[in-house]
């Protein structure tokens, strides 16, 4: 924990050599420009001869209260002498003696570290171990790239109850210390009405006005001490003791992972009919797990109704399971036998699917029924508050934690089964819930089976994918691999920076509060925000690869691409290829290919062909577009503060000025009616916070519930006199300035993690290359060795891919250390100018179909230039492009390229290199088979990111927006999706093409019109119903209506308030015609 002293950096004391004492101040909180070393002689700082004591004379107290006291004892002071005067003193104890003597007059700097040390020292002795005096970049601070430090207080406690107990204390004197500054504007103005300095009467309270800020105070202590002792998960260590001291030393020779023992397990309850599970009644019927990829089922023979045999499970030979079965007599028997197994097998990892929230929770409440603790048991303990279940020693995945956050799977398919369909690549056993009771008694070996596919999909998911993910980020994050799974991938990121941070002796800035009452145009601010990308629907219909499509083509546009064919594949050799074009050998054959088909086109604009359907997006923009531009929060520079910097000159390279388009909403009432109304509720009393208590006044409420309150009451105002509570939305394009000379460590981590996960597709790209020779060679060993890395390093790339894009929503994120709308703002108005720049050529050369964030799918003519070879003298080095992509990074490089770069070179004499920058670029991907984009209800509107697009072999390349993808849906829906979209590849027309699509949609219908003649009672109410879980319980809904609370109340209404007083319920329903209105306000069948 550190603790900033007062100051901004500008001299207001001075002092005299006779003795200045705590008066000579300066208002500092960096490092002086003196050195501290230096010091000033005992007889110039002190007014004494011999044995005399220093005498306090009108005139020293006169001086006193200008900052200008005796300077009589303690540690040496540096300070620059400003004047000098002559004087004398008499003999303290021969008042018939006089001396003369000189006044030295010295600016001195502020130097009240000792002073609070001290007073910390004797205020919380006991509770502070040590303090040191640091100094720290601060890049909130003004001029400190001149090199300047801020000096803090680092204060360590034994412990970290006693932190929080002196935090508590210090932060509201901070926060009241932080006030006054933001009333007096600035520090002068502020120290103007203090006293000079702390004269000899200096008291507590002086010595607390000195601490402005507290930093770093909230860290987790795991993360502090991993952060400052360079420890991560998933590294070799040399671990030695010496003196009861530890040391360890990291093993960087040591690269393979260890072959930790791994348990991935799942249970199987009883329920009530309707009901979720409820460990106060129900019990345990199986525990399946794998360890090590070996099997093993436990049988609650009071819940099956036989024994069961050892089974084996092996939904493809990659994915072996054999298991060994223990029937135990009751449900006693069966804990007991999973908990000695695991002591005798001692797993150090745990894996689960959804277990956090069921299995873990349950187990603990069966354990803790028979009289058993799983914490003594195994070690695990769950944490109701944080919905978690962690152990000390062992580790505790949940791959659902996995699949949410870094799968990239749609909501509706992140259930175990649709999970293990999209990742594993098979269809695991299925048993209806309300099956599952009847089941174990009636069909047991079913059940088992059931039981225990659940637990090979759960360990093959997290061998194959979250393994290797979680522990090698685990490496780089200050984080314990628990938490490496579960936080959010922002927070990911802000421990990423905070690693690089200390890195490079960085004090880290406190969490981001919002603030309050912010105004505009005389308004007060509900919300702003930026303007994110661009997105926008083009076209509607069925475009196919063998299918011809009409065009109508610019001339013009394809004679500027011929113009400057030569400065586009100069580019492609030199800047992308990095090669020497004096080495290439085919470049006029290249030329000249281009050249002959751009001018075909040209000639012929209006034609009819078969279309190249590509999707051309910028890889990874947003992070590009932060490296290309040098954007970081502390970056985000205002006119004040460039005024304060050294390198503040008229000829200045290092300010570069981007736009971003501000949004905001303001409440309909002006400034002063707010103010009317503030007052107003500032008179008025509230209702105790518990019964009997007295009534509070608004002054005396929490800030948070001050702010509800006013909001709450400014609202109801607005709604009645201007039938209103918000004008419609405003935007405002604005410019941000960014400073090219900040400390780049936010810039380097993004670079880092972007570099990793280029790594990885690499690597993709090397193992698919691996598998299509293992396909040639048929090999099958090979084969299966290239599908599992291909496999690895996807999921790799993906995950990566997820926290490198979270870098540029981070700094939006409400209460991230480094924040900046500003940053955010410019990083989405960029993307969008160069998708709406790369729109503007592709549709007068092709046929643009959609703007995505990041790129545009499109058709171009069959004929459009592709994919060229340039050979070079060397007959083993060669350079593959694409022209579609070539013609579009030339334009960007164009606009986008930052030629005010700058780097630093010297960091003594602060000088800087300058540089152009641009990694923002283009990427091909297709051509597809085909792309279907559907038609809105609404004539003229185009509905925006819903497509689907299929690959050359007919599956499924990407699927946006469709409710087959979606939670709650109709099934009936899903399902005609599901056969609907490969008949849009049939046919060798358009015609057949829809005729084969209406083919699939007539016989949907009519099972519609028909009502479900043929279908069977159980099967048409499958296809017909919805569902939905709630969030909260039905209680805490109010008077909200919906489907899903109609469906609770009525569900409350035959089996009990019980069932609806937890939140999570899973509500399934249809909506009928049948019974009449009158008969229900809402016609609904239900089930739950």
């Known amino acids: 924990m550190g603790f900033q002293r007062k100051g901004g950096g500008k001299w ?220 991560r998960c998933g590294l070799w260590y040399t671990v030695t003791v010496e003196s009861n001291k530890v040391k360890l030393e990291k093993r960087a020779d040591l690269l393979q992972r260890a072959e930790a023992r791994i348990c991935a397990f799942d249970i199987e309850t009883t329920k009530l009919p309707l009901k979720f599970p409820d460990a106060s009644y129900d019990s345990v019927m199986m525990i399946s797990y794998m360890i090590d990829g070996q099997g093993y089922l436990i049988v609650n023979r009071e819940c099956v109704g036989e024994d069961i045999q050892d089974l084996e499970y092996t939904p493809k030979p990659e994915y072996e399971g054999f298991f060994q079965v223990t029937n135990a007599p009751n449900e006693k028997a069966v804990l007991e036998t999973w908990f000695n197994h695991m002591r005798d097998v001692k797993p150090g990892i745990y894996v689960t699917y959804n277990g956090d929230f069921f299995d873990w929770p349950f187990l603990e409440q069966r354990s803790k029924h028979h009289g058993m603790s799983m914490y003594e048991e195994i070690g695990f303990r769950c944490d109701a508050v944080q919905g978690e279940c962690l152990s000390k020693f062992a580790c505790h995945l949940d791959c659902f934690a996995w699949v949410k956050r870094d799968s990239y799977l749609p909501q509706g398919s992140q259930g175990l089964k649709a999970v293990t369909k999209a990742k594993l690549g098979y269809d695991p056993l299925e048993v209806n819930p309300e099956d599952m009771v009847r089941f174990a008694m009636e069909k047991p070996q079913v059940m088992s089976s059931y039981s225990v596919s659940d637990a090979v999909s759960t360990y093959y998911l997290y061998m194959t994918y979250v393994h290797p993910f979680i522990f090698s980020l685990a490496t780089i994050l200050p984080m314990p691999p628990d938490e490496v799974l579960r936080k959010g991938s922002g927070t990911l990121c802000e421990m990423l920076l905070m690693v690089e941070a200390f890195k490079g002796n960085i004090i880290c800035p406190n969490k981001h509060k919002s603030e309050e009452e912010k105004v505009y145009n005389g308004r007060i601010l509900d919300s702003e925000t930026y303007i994110g990308g661009h997105v926008e629907c083009l076209e509607s219909g069925v475009f196919r690869s063998d299918l011809p499509t009409k065009f109508r083509l610019v001339p013009g546009a394809y004679q500027r691409l011929i113009d400057k064919l030569d400065r586009d594949l100069k580019y492609a050799i030199e800047v992308e290829g990095k090669m020497d074009l004096d080495s290439v050998t085919n470049y006029d054959e290249v ?265 545009i799918w499109c058709c171009l003519p069959g004929s459009f230039p592709e994919n060229f070879v340039f050979k070079t003298s060397d007959p083993k080095k060669k350079l593959p492009i694409s022209y579609p992509c070539v013609m579009l990074n030339v334009d960007v490089a164009v606009n986008n390229t930052n030629d005010q770069y700058q780097t630093m070179v010297d960091p003594v004499s602060r000088t800087y290199a300058t540089s152009s920058e641009c990694s923002i670029e283009f990427e091909v991907d297709g051509p597809y088979k085909a792309m279907i984009l559907p038609a809105s209800k609404e004539e003229g509107i185009l509905i925006k990111k819903r497509y689907a697009v299929f690959n050359d072999d007919g599956t499924l390349a990407e699927l946006k927006g469709f409710e087959i993808k979606r939670r709650g849906e109709l099934k009936l829906i899903k399902v005609f999706q599901a056969e609907v979209f490969e008949n849009f590849l049939q046919g060798d027309t358009l015609e057949e093409c829809y005729a084969a699509v209406a083919e699939i949609a007539n016989r949907w219908l009519d099972m519609l019109e028909n009502q479900g003649l043929d279908l069977a009672d159980s099967e048409l109410l499958d296809y017909i119903s919805e569902s939905s879980t709630m969030s909260k319980s039905l209680e805490e809904y109010g008077d909200r209506k919906s489907c899903a609370m109609t469906t609770a109340k009525r569900l409350a209404d035959f089996l009990g308030d019980a069932m609806v007083k937890d939140k999570g319920l899973s509500c399934r329903y249809i909506v009928a015609k049948d019974p009449p209105v009158w008969f229900y306000p809402k016609s609904l069948e239900f089930a739950c």
């Not at 989405?828 to 007068?844: D, R």
């Open 591 to 855: 030329k000249h290919n281009i050249s002959t088909q751009l001018e075909a086109l040209r000639d012929a604009p209006n034609r009819e062909e078969t279309p190249l359907i590509y999707h051309l997006d910028v890889a990874a923009m947003y992070p590009n577009i932060i490296l290309t531009n040098r954007l970081q929060p502390p970056s985000i520079v205002t006119d004040d503060v460039c005024a304060a910097c050294d390198f503040n000159r008229p000829d200045k390279t290092c300010l570069r000025q981007l736009e971003w388009v501000w949004r905001g909403e303001t409440f309909s009432a002006s400034r002063s009616e707010y103010n009317h109304l503030k007052n107003q509720i500032e008179s008025e009393q509230f209702p105790p916070t518990s019964e009997g208590g007295d009534m509070r006044y608004f002054r005396d409420l929490p800030k948070d519930e001050q702010q509800s309150k006013l909001k709450d009451r400014l609202k109801k105002y607005c709604q009645k006199v201007y039938k209103r509570v918000l004008d419609k939305p405003i935007s405002d394009v604005r410019t941000a300035g960014i400073c090219m000379r900040e400390n780049p460590f936010y810039v380097d981590t993004v670079r880092s993690f972007r570099d990793r996960r280029y790594e990885y597709k690499g690597l993709n790209k090397v193992w698919k290359g691996k598998l299509g020779e293992a396909k040639a060679s048929g090999n099958p060993i090979k084969i299966q060795e290239a599908q599992d890395m291909v496999v690895v390093y996807d999921s790799l790339q993906l995950a990566h891919k997820c926290i490198l894009n979270s870098f540029y929503g981070y700094v939006m994120r409400k209460g991230a250390r480094w924040y900046s709308m500003e940053m955010a703002g410019v990083v989405t108005y960029t993307g969008a100018k160069i998708i709406q720049n790369a729109h503007k050529l592709v549709e007068q050369i092709g046929k643009p179909l959609e703007l995505d964030t990041d790129g």
């Open 12 to 231: 207001v004391g001075s002092g005299r050599g006779r003795g200045q004492g705590d008066g000579v101040k300066k208002n500092w909180s960096g490092g002086g420009r003196g050195t501290p070393n230096d010091s000033l002689s005992g007889k110039d700082r002190i007014r004494k001869t011999g044995r005399s004591k220093v005498w306090r004379t009108a005139e020293d107290a006169l001086e006193a209260k200008f900052g200008f006291d005796v300077f009589a004892e303690g540690e040496p002071r540096l300070g620059w002498l400003l004047n000098m005067a002559a004087s004398s003193m008499q003999d303290s104890e021969d008042d018939s003696k006089t001396f003369s003597c000189v006044n030295l007059y010295f600016m001195c700097q502020e130097n009240t570290e000792l002073e609070v040390d001290a007073y910390l020292r004797r205020r919380y002795e006991g509770q502070i171990a040590s303090i040191q005096i640091v100094e720290k970049e601060d890049l909130d601070m003004k001029n400190h790239l001149s090199g300047t430090r801020h000096t803090f207080l680092k204060v360590s406690f034994n412990n970290v109850q006693e932190l929080m107990s002196v935090k508590s204390e210090l932060l509201p004197i901070v926060e009241r210390n932080q006030a006054k500054v933001e009333a007096a504007q600035a520090y002068n103005t502020l120290f103007q009405g203090m006293r000079g300095g702390l004269q000899e009467t200096s008291n507590v309270q002086d010595f607390v006005d000195y601490m402005l800020e507290v930093r770093e105070f909230d860290v987790p202590y795991h993360v502090r001490f991993a952060i400052d002792k360079d420890v």
